[in-house]
């Protein structure tokens, strides 16, 4: 590990790095979907085994996302992460390996808790009332599972959200069998106004 000087050219400061060391992070995989253009395979294994050397779960491959989007809007998220705070619903990818683990869920109830009474407090502007100053982030991470081939088709795109306004935004709904998920669709200018 390099050694920072006062001012390196990373711009954090001695005083920073302390204040980064005392933060505590949690970092869980919830989901694992299954993205291919090819119909050929209705079912696809995830991986040989988990990182626990615990049983391989099946997954249904979907059709890759055509439409600009986001997985969770202002509403869904800390709902998201409320119910990942309670025990594992029929849709959730990880029931078994929760149901079997001394955990009764994936995240500590009071940890979520802080991190959406904060988010409140951001969202309200109020950073004054902050208590724990706990933040909450859903990274998606995407990879090819064909380590031989490159894709071809239906690459990963990304966009800046400083480029899309809310009002370019519309929330759709996806029924699962055991929630309701909500998603923003990112509409062109020309779309959103009619």
């Known amino acids: 590990m390099k050694e920072w000087n006062e ?16 933060r505590s992070m949690i970092v869980k995989a919830f989901d694992h979907n299954i993205r291919s253009s090819s119909s050929a395979d ?3 294994k995830n991986s040989q085994n988990n990182q626990d050397g615990d049983e391989v779960v099946d997954a249904t491959v979907q059709n890759p996302a055509s439409l600009v989007h986001a997985d969770y809007t202002r509403v869904s998220a800390p709902r998201r992460l409320i119910g990942l705070s309670e025990p594992p ?8 390996q929760i149901e079997s683990s001394s955990s009764s869920s994936l995240l500590d109830p009071s940890v979520v808790q802080s991190a959406i009474q904060d988010s409140e407090s951001d969202n309200n502007d109020k950073s004054t009332n902050r208590k724990t100053n706990t933040k909450y982030a859903f990274i998606n991470v995407w990879r090819s599972i064909d380590k031989n081939s490159p894709v071809q088709q239906c690459p990963l795109a990304c966009i800046d959200t ?9 929330t759709f709904q996806i029924h699962y069998q055991d929630r309701i998920g ?5 509409c062109p200018p020309s779309i959103a106004t009619t």
């Not at 390196?8 to 920073?16: I, K, N, P, Q, V």
């Not at 909500?182 to 990112?186: G, I, K, L, T």
């Open 162 to 170: 400083s480029s899309v306004s809310f009002d370019e935004l519309r």
């Open 7 to 22: 001012n390196d050219e990373s711009g954090t400061t001695t005083t920073d790095r302390k204040k980064i060391k005392k």
């Open 89 to 96: 619903k029929v849709n959730d990818v990880l029931k078994s």
């Open 42 to 44: 209705q079912k696809l």
């Open 182 to 186: 909500e998603n923003y669709f990112a």
